[in-house]
């Protein structure tokens, strides 16, 4: 077709109707993409608002925005708004916790709160941690308290009446008696009431309780623990100037010694005995039981000692009249004579078993309460490492030790390593020739710019003298380190003083880096890896800890001579500390010699312990050398110094004990009791001590993990006999 029809047709088409067509075609189409625009602005609009929400509650802050237009956006938005306000009580949940406050609560939480019940969870187990340091400390206060009642050497009605008494106190009861067997002449046995506290008048008719005999005679023959939780009203009843009432828990606790019952301790409460309280008052049966042993036995020496008196007074009265017929009475004198030697013969060896009886004694005694201190120090290290501060503490340490030495300049440096030396000049290498050892500064002195610089700031610039270093919370030098320090060292050393050690240490994991010490000797800074102690049995101990995977690992390693304590004996106990699933540092506590001869010699009141003149309880290792101090070096030491000459030590080694107080790792103990109890055998002996005298002796293994220690219990004889010899 040619242009021009076409250009005809088109023209002749557009009628009318047809233009009016068109105009709304082009209406309604243009209507539509502003509405399409208009929608999709709303659209984006709310996007972005949900947007902003959401990055609100990613960065923390308040889950807020501008209000939204579209249906489906706003119920996404009122999702987002109940997330943010139980991460917000989620928040202020955490806030309690780590302020302590252990009664929070986190509110109503539903099945699907992941978060919500992990929190719920750390605070139950912060909870329990709490109560069981608390029932730890509970029990360990309350046997010091009753070590003093058993050691006041009163008589048994006495003592039984402040055992009761103080028992009744310390777990609470309402009621509590002592019955101790007895064996009358005909040797029938019965449980004799010896002490009661709080019981009404009618009680005390019952002052006999034959074997089998109701609920305490039970308790006796079968040598068991009862716990009554349902006692009925006509058992006990108490009464007080308010009225009368009746105890609905009753507690049966045997005297045991060897598996012998010597007795019953009988308790009474309204409310009921928690366990660990059961088991205190059976650790405190125990104790009883060898006291009460103890008493028999010493009453049983002083008849002995009676009747033999009487016996030696009536012999001397017939030898007066056998001088005036000595030769019509030869033969008669001489008879008497064998029964007078057969008689002291016969008394020696029953006074041998007594004093055996008693030395075993004491020593069992001395040995579980050594075994139960070292018990409560791994409690307590393992404790303390779960502490989350702990934790907190040794990341804040180890970031703030690297950064100590990308900050020390080559000058500052070099200052540092001059000071730090003159101290060691001074200081430190005066007292290592006090201690009898020879030494150079240059093979202690570090070369970690960190170690130099964190002992430059707390041992060499410290103002604090020697021996108190842990006295400077802050070095003012402004650094991380100084503020991390001035943060935790307060804790740690409040800790440290409570419980007595000697050192508490923080090791990074990774370098071996002592990145934290509470006294600050000359091993603060160094690694145990790689640094002049790498070593010793402190780095052995440390390396054990890195290098185990268990996250409940505990070891204890022996004494031995520590340069940085000025070769004094040194023992520590190790255990790592994590943070989730991370190891994030090594615990380690220096143990307390001073604890350890605490325990073994009563606080110096060997007499008190009923060890005599002469006596002592002492440790000693499978190197056959002490690990305890020796009693002598206590009480007389010049006298103990020369018979450490008479026995073969050199002048160096007597001068060595002479300075440093003690003779641990220095003598050596080869006695033929130490070699029975290192083989595992407990029992008595009697033979020359390591002067030659004539000793009796008490033996047993300790059971202390990680380590092959015996203790030994010792008295001369001629002390143990002088009654005796005294008679003949």
Same mark, same amino acid.
């Given at each position: ?56 509650? $990613? ?18 938005? &009122? ?10 009580? @989620?928040?202020?949940?955490? /806030? ?33 941690? !709490?109560? +069981?340091?608390?029932? *730890? ?7 010091? *308290? ?24 310390? %777990? ?13 002449? &005909?040797?029938?046995?019965? #449980? ?99 006291? %009460? ?84 120090? *791994? ?12 934790? +907190? ?6 970031? $703030? ?8 300049? $080559?000058?500052?440096? $070099?200052?540092? *390593?001059?000071?730090? =030396?003159?101290?060691? @000049? ?37 103002? =604090? ?65 790689? /640094? ?9 101990? %440390? ?7 268990? !996250? ?28 989730? %699933? ?33 006596? +002592? ?9 002490? !690990? ?12 103990? #110094?020369?018979?450490? =000459? ?24 080869? #006695? ?49 006999? +002088? ?6």
């Amino acid at each position: 077709m040619s242009t021009a029809c076409t250009v005809w047709y088109f023209r002749a088409s557009l009628s009318t109707p047809a233009i009016v067509c068109w105009l709304l075609f082009l209406t309604i189409a243009l209507a539509a993409m502003v509405g399409g625009v208009v929608y999709i602005q709303r659209l984006a609009g709310d996007l972005t608002a949900v947007q902003a929400t959401a990055q609100g509650l $990613a960065t923390g802050e308040a889950a807020s925005g501008p209000p939204l237009q579209m249906s489906l956006f706003q119920r996404l938005a &009122a999702s987002l708004q109940v997330v943010d306000e139980r991460l917000a009580q @989620h928040t202020a949940f955490a /806030g309690q916790l780590s302020t302590g406050n252990m009664e929070a609560l986190a509110g109503q939480l539903q099945t699907t709160d992941a978060l919500g019940l992990a929190l719920q969870t750390i605070r139950d187990n912060l909870v329990a941690n !709490r109560r +069981e340091d608390e029932q *730890r400390l509970w029990a360990t206060e309350g046997l010091s *308290r009753f070590v003093e009642v058993l050691r006041a050497g009163k008589d048994l009605p006495a003592l039984c009446h402040d055992v009761v008494v103080n028992l009744v106190r310390t %777990v609470h009861a309402a009621q509590g008696a002592i019955f101790v067997a007895d064996t009358d002449a &005909a040797g029938q046995v019965s #449980l004799v009431l010896q002490a009661c506290y709080a019981y009404s008048r009618t009680k005390h008719l019952t002052q006999q309780i034959a074997p089998g005999e109701g609920i305490i005679g039970e308790a006796y023959l079968e040598g068991t623990t009862i716990h009554l939780t349902d006692v009925p009203d006509s058992f006990v009843r108490i009464t007080s100037g308010l009225g009368e009432a009746n105890p609905r828990h009753i507690l049966l606790v045997p005297l045991k010694m060897n598996e012998t019952v010597v007795g019953i301790i009988e308790l009474a409460s309204f409310t009921p005995f928690r366990p660990y309280e059961i088991v205190f008052t059976e650790k405190i049966g125990e104790n009883v039981a060898h006291t %009460v042993s103890t008493f028999r036995t010493a009453e049983t020496t002083r008849r002995l000692l009676g009747e033999s008196q009487q016996q030696a007074e009536h012999m001397r009265s017939q030898e007066e009249e056998l001088r005036q017929n000595q030769e019509e009475l030869q033969a008669t004198q001489e008879e008497i004579s064998r029964k007078y030697n057969l008689l002291f013969q016969q008394l020696t060896e029953l006074n041998h078993g007594s004093r055996f009886e008693q030395l075993r004694s004491i020593n069992a005694t001395k040995k579980r309460n050594i075994e139960y201190y070292f018990d409560i120090i *791994r409690n307590q290290i393992l404790t303390f490492a779960e502490d989350k501060m702990m934790v +907190e503490a040794v990341q804040a340490f180890r970031q $703030a030790f690297d950064q100590i030495a990308s900050a020390v300049g $080559a000058e500052q440096l $070099a200052a540092f *390593r001059e000071s730090v =030396h003159s101290y060691y @000049h001074q200081e430190f290498i005066p007292r290592v020739n006090d201690a009898g050892q020879q030494a150079d500064a240059g093979n202690f002195l570090p070369e970690d710019a960190a170690a130099l610089g964190l002992q430059q700031l707390y041992i060499a610039a410290n103002p =604090h003298p020697t021996g108190q270093k842990s006295r400077l919370h802050d070095a003012g030098d402004g650094s991380m380190y100084s503020r991390v320090h001035a943060t935790y060292h307060s804790v740690i050393l409040n800790y440290l003083e409570k419980f007595g050690y000697y050192d508490i240490f923080l090791i990074d994991p990774v370098s071996g880096n002592i990145v934290y010490s509470v006294f600050k000797e000359v091993d603060f800074g160094t690694s145990l890896l790689t /640094g002049p102690y790498s070593k010793t049995n402190f780095a052995r101990v %440390v390396q054990q800890a890195i290098a185990s995977p268990k !996250r409940d690992f505990v070891r204890l390693i022996d004494f031995e001579s520590y340069a940085p304590s000025y070769y004094a004996p040194a023992s520590f106990i190790a255990c790592p500390l994590y943070d989730g %699933v991370i190891k994030a540092g090594i615990l380690v506590f220096q143990m307390p010699i001073n604890k350890i001869n605490q325990i073994l010699t009563g606080d110096n009141s060997w007499r008190d312990d009923g060890l005599g003149q002469t006596g +002592e309880t002492f440790i000693v290792g499978e190197d056959f050398k002490a !690990r305890s101090i020796a009693r002598g070096l206590i009480e007389h030491a010049d006298d103990y #110094l020369d018979s450490l =000459h008479k026995a073969g030590y050199g002048d160096a080694v007597v001068r060595q004990v002479q300075r440093t107080g003690t003779n641990i790792l220095v003598e050596q103990l080869k #006695l033929d009791a130490v070699r029975q109890s290192l083989q595992g055998a407990t029992g008595t002996y009697r033979g020359p001590d390591t002067r030659g005298a004539d000793t009796l002796f008490a033996y047993a293994p300790l059971k202390i993990p990680d380590v092959h220690w015996v203790i030994v219990s010792a008295m001369q004889e001629a002390e143990a006999s +002088e009654r005796i010899n005294s008679l003949r």
